[in-house]
């Protein structure tokens, strides 16, 4: 399988907002769990958000709930990361990626890293 695509990053100011979105361009991902992964400058990459096939189970990790909010669309495959109030350490690069989505956290085994996108909160 190839990796999912990401899109949607950018430079915004701190408080400001950006979606991000991550799609399939071999096959439909409907059936997969997604996670999203957030790689701080000079730190390791991290499991930060998941949906399941379902809807029916989403996790955030630190407190994210309260700025972030993981979406799909069934219809096409998509998986949404609306991120809102951004601040300056959620700079990096982020990837989405098939996992297995847990209430508590995000399972998940090898991964092929897409190329990510590239957000940069800064004033």
């Known amino acids: 399988q190839l990796p999912l695509v990401e899109s949607g990053g950018g430079l915004v100011q701190p408080g400001g907002s950006l979606r991000l979105s991550c799609t399939a361009s071999?096959?439909?991902?409907?059936?997969?769990?997604i996670g999203w992964f957030r790689q701080a400058p000079g730190k390791e990459r991290k499991g930060i958000s998941c949906?399941?096939?379902?809807?029916?189970?989403?996790y955030y990790a630190d407190s994210l709930e309260d700025r972030f909010t993981i979406s799909r669309d069934n219809t096409n495959g998509a998986v949404y990361l609306q991120m809102n109030a951004l601040k300056p350490e959620d700079t990096g690069i982020y990837y989405c990626?098939?996992?297995?989505?847990?209430?508590?956290?995000?399972?998940?085994?090898?991964?092929?890293w897409g190329q990510g996108t590239q957000v940069t909160v800064s004033s």
């Open positions: 949906i399941s096939s379902s809807k029916g189970t989403r």
């Open positions: 071999d096959r439909t991902s409907n059936s997969d769990d």
């Open positions: 990626a098939p996992v297995i989505c847990f209430p508590y956290g995000i399972g998940y085994d090898k991964i092929t």
